[in-house]
């Protein structure tokens, strides 16, 4: 069974520009979260889809924002990027949506470096 | 979430048992426990979780405290895998998959 797919991997932009990145879930998964890695901050939460709603945000700017498909594919789209994101974006997926439901399975990141 | 706190670093010898404790002194009764670790370079991945009772699986065992304000991860036979950062996390049975990582125990395991 294939895992959590995150594209691209690796992207380079500047200042003011901005980036969507993508979050292929395992299949049959509802759940997509997103979380920014930084070496200062840590992982940190963004938002969590489920079945196509935002069931929970972070404490982030507006400038980030996620959706997600009927397929359950997930995108985050973050505008107006500054030289502080850049970060390791991390996607997560699970079955269902809250502790009782287990596991979450993370994919490999997509390293974002802004310039 | 309720916050968890883990020392900084650990180190164990490989082949020796490791003891990883995590305190979480504001749980709630909702609250599950769960353990992820993360490998250089890579996403986090899970480890194991419980709610009230010791829990064992394939990699590791979790032992939770009888007021659940403290649990240990043990993990029975380090390996050199396993040096990794491990994270113990609360997470709500209501409120969906927002995790509060904090900064986790990084576990050196020496050869």
């Known amino acids: 069974k294939a895992g959590v797919t995150q594209t691209p991997r690796y992207l380079i932009k500047t200042r003011g520009q901005q980036v969507t990145l993508s979050c292929s879930p395992i299949?049959?998964?509802?759940?997509v979260s997103w979380y920014q890695q930084t070496p200062g901050q840590g992982l940190q939460f963004l938002f969590e889809y489920f079945s196509e709603t935002q069931r929970n945000k972070g404490n982030f700017p507006g400038r980030f924002s996620g959706r997600q498909f009927s397929n359950s594919r997930s995108e985050m789209n973050v505008s107006t990027l500054e030289l502080g994101d850049s970060a390791l974006y991390l996607c997560?997926?699970?079955?269902?949506?809250?502790?009782?439901?287990?596991?979450?399975?993370f994919g490999e990141g997509s390293r974002l470096t802004v310039l | 979430d309720a916050k968890t706190t883990q020392p900084n670093s650990m180190e164990s010898n490989e082949e020796e048992p490791v003891h990883l404790p995590c305190n979480h002194s504001t749980i709630s009764g909702t609250d599950y426990i769960h353990w992820y670790r993360q490998l250089p370079s890579q996403g986090p991945e899970y480890v194991i979780h419980g709610l009230t009772s010791n829990v064992n699986n394939r990699m590791a065992s979790l032992a939770i405290a009888e007021d659940r304000k403290s649990s240990t991860l043990i993990l029975h036979r380090a390996t050199l895998r396993d040096a990794a950062v491990y994270y113990c996390i609360l997470r709500d049975g209501d409120t969906g998959n927002q995790f509060y990582f904090g900064t986790g125990t990084s576990l050196t395991v020496i050869p």
């Open positions: 299949s049959g998964h509802r759940s």
């Open positions: 997560a997926s699970s079955v269902g949506s809250g502790g009782r439901t287990g596991e979450l399975f």
